[in-house]
Structures are given as C-alpha cells and as structure tokens.
C-alpha cells in the first residue's frame, strides 16, 4: 500500500518535472490499481527505489518497452534488482553503441513469476552470468511508490507497454541460442566470453565514460588496444540506436 508520509514525493517530482508528471499516492491505494484510481487519466506505478538507487529515467527506452511487453508486465511488477539488470544492460549496449536486443537480453535472463503471478523476477541463467545482482536486498520498498503521468512535452510517455497491473505475466525460460538471428548468436558468445559485469558497477559509472570504459574493456574480449570483436560486430551488422543511448554514449561520440 501507498505511504505518502514516508518519503517525500513533491521533492522527486520536482527534480523530474520537465519529462514527467508525478502524483501521489493515498494512504491505502493499492500498486495494482487501474485507471480509475485517476479519475480515468492514463498511468502507471513506479517505485521510488528503482528511480533513485537503480537510476531508472523517463520515458522508458525502446529495449524497456519492448521487454515489459513481451513479458507481458506493467513497471511496477518488476522487483528492483530485475530494474537494475535491465539498466545495466542498457549502459552496457549503450558504451557499445549498439541497440540492445529483448531477444539477447531474453538468452542471458529468465523470467519467473512470484507470489501468485503478482511480481517478476529476472534471473540469471545459471552458467550463463552476463550481469550479477545489484544488491543482495531491498527493504521497505513495497510501501514507497508513486503514480506517473505524461507531461504535456512528453506525450507518449505511456505508450508501447502495459502500464496497470497484469495478472497474467508470462514465465519465460532463456532462449536458446540456435532460436536466436545469426547476428545476435554472435553478440551473445562474445558477450558470454565477457561476462560476469557488475550491475552496480554499470549503473554508478553511466555518467563517467573514461572510467566506465576502463571498466568495461579490462576484459580479455573487449581491450581498447583495438576495435572491440562485439563492437566492431555490432556496427556493422546490428542497427545503431541513437535515441535510446544512455548519455555516456553521446560523449564518447
């Protein structure tokens, strides 16, 4: 349940009001509401926690919308440290400069429904570790959500994914890799090879492209002595996706 007096909403909103429109939320309203806990007008739920620790922005990236969709789950159905690897492996296709791909983000994480179909986990394939956990735990976080609506400059803020709650996300296991296009069979022995970024690391150092690239390319498969495999992989055969970059991406340009 919504507990406005525990965090201070008007703050957040006002850091944020030039692409997004923040309401709160009463006492008792629950995080599966619809639209008529606002009077009709389109929303969604988010929780505070994946704004300001896992520095999720809005609006939500083309890969974000594409993977609620597939999944089949609104924003809020998603437990932190699921936000958190969706994050990472945004900055981590973004240093690349590459767009990220639901299909190779879907070989390295699976997805489980918990507690009645209700919340969605991401989790690592086991064997198969591109991403570790941010964080061990989160508490307190249930109670600490907010109602998002678009701003008039940001218009289709709510378009291309859920935005209430679904009852029925889908469960999806990894897909294997001979299901997946040549190019992203590709992308994903070369991202394997690499593996085992921290998503905590990722998600501080977004800003910070010298020392996010000092971190990225310290692996074997990725030295900066030379065009990386993926990256030069990734340029030529994969499409470039400028307005879902993260920053870092636009001052290494």
């Not at 349940?1 to 006002?14: E, I, L, N, T, W």
């Not at 956990?133 to 609506?149: A, M, Y």
């Not at 001979?178 to 070369?190: E, G």
Request: aromatic content about 14%; hydrophobic content about 40%; overall charge positive.
């Amino acid at each position: 349940m919504g507990d406005p007096c525990s965090y201070d909403y008007r703050a957040f909103a006002k850091r944020h009001d030039d692409d997004i429109a923040m309401l709160p939320c009463t006492l008792w309203e629950p995080v599966c509401g619809d639209e008529r806990a606002n009077n009709g007008v389109p929303f969604f739920y988010f929780y505070e926690v994946v704004f300001k620790s896992v520095g999720v922005r809005l609006p939500f990236s083309r890969f974000e919308r594409e993977l609620l969709t597939e999944i089949n789950a609104a924003p809020a159905q998603l437990y932190p440290n699921s936000w958190a690897f969706v994050k990472a492996f945004d900055i981590l296709f973004g240093f690349l400069e590459c767009a990220p791909s639901v299909d190779i983000f879907l070989h390295f994480f699976e997805v489980k429904r918990q507690r009645n179909n209700l919340w969605v986990t991401l989790s690592n394939v086991p064997g198969r570790v591109l991403l570790t956990p941010f964080q061990h735990s989160f508490i307190g976080w249930k109670g600490k959500f907010f109602k998002v609506c678009c701003s008039d400059l940001v218009p289709s803020a709510m378009d291309g994914f859920p935005l209430y709650w679904v009852r029925e996300t889908r469960a999806l296991k990894s897909r294997p890799l001979k299901r997946l296009p040549l190019n992203d069979q590709v992308a994903c022995k070369i991202l394997a090879g690499a593996g085992g970024f921290d998503a905590a690391a990722l998600i501080s150092l977004e800003y910070n492209a010298e020392a996010l690239e000092k971190y990225i390319c310290t692996r074997d498969y990725l030295k900066t002595s030379h065009p990386s495999p993926l990256l030069a992989f990734c340029m030529t055969n994969l499409v470039v996706s400028s307005p879902c970059l993260s920053p870092l991406t636009q001052v290494r340009r």
